[in-house]
Nanobody, 116 residues
Framework: QVQLVESGGGLVQPGGSLNLSCAVSGMPVNIMRMGWFRQAPGKQRESVATFISISGDSTNTRDSVKGRFTISRDNAKNTAHLQMTSLKPEDTAVYYC????????WGQGTQVTVSS
């Protein structure tokens, strides 16, 4: 049974930083595509940053977060991360960890609120 558990969300002022983590159990991350999505109130879930392939480092990153957000994964710790800098109020959303191997897997989400 594959489980994804996010952590690291919270309240931060505009211009601040947060580092989200996704702990994966039940399957090695090095055989899954990994990524991060977000969903703001009243809006559809959208992709933030995803690895294009299982083994490579190339990513698809949303234009609005390019240069501010960085996705990474740690195969040894079986985790994925989303480093977020220069946060803006429009980044406020629930952030979800995503993994794909034959089917989609989702975490429960972690709230990120950017407000002064």
């Amino acid at each position: 049974q594959v489980q994804l558990v996010e952590s690291g969300g919270g309240l931060v002022q505009p211009g601040g930083s947060l580092n989200l983590s996704c702990a994966v159990s039940g399957m090695p991350v090095n055989i899954m595509r990994m990524g991060w999505f977000r969903q703001a109130p009243g809006k559809q879930r959208e992709s933030v940053a995803t690895f294009i392939s299982i083994s490579g480092d190339s990513t698809n990153t949303r234009d609005s977060v390019k240069g501010r957000f960085t996705i990474s994964r740690d195969n040894a710790k079986n985790t994925a991360h989303l480093q977020m800098t220069s946060l803006k109020p429009e980044d406020t959303a629930v952030y979800y960890c995503w993994a794909f191997r034959d089917k989609n897997y989702w975490g429960q989400g972690t709230q990120v609120t950017v407000s002064s």
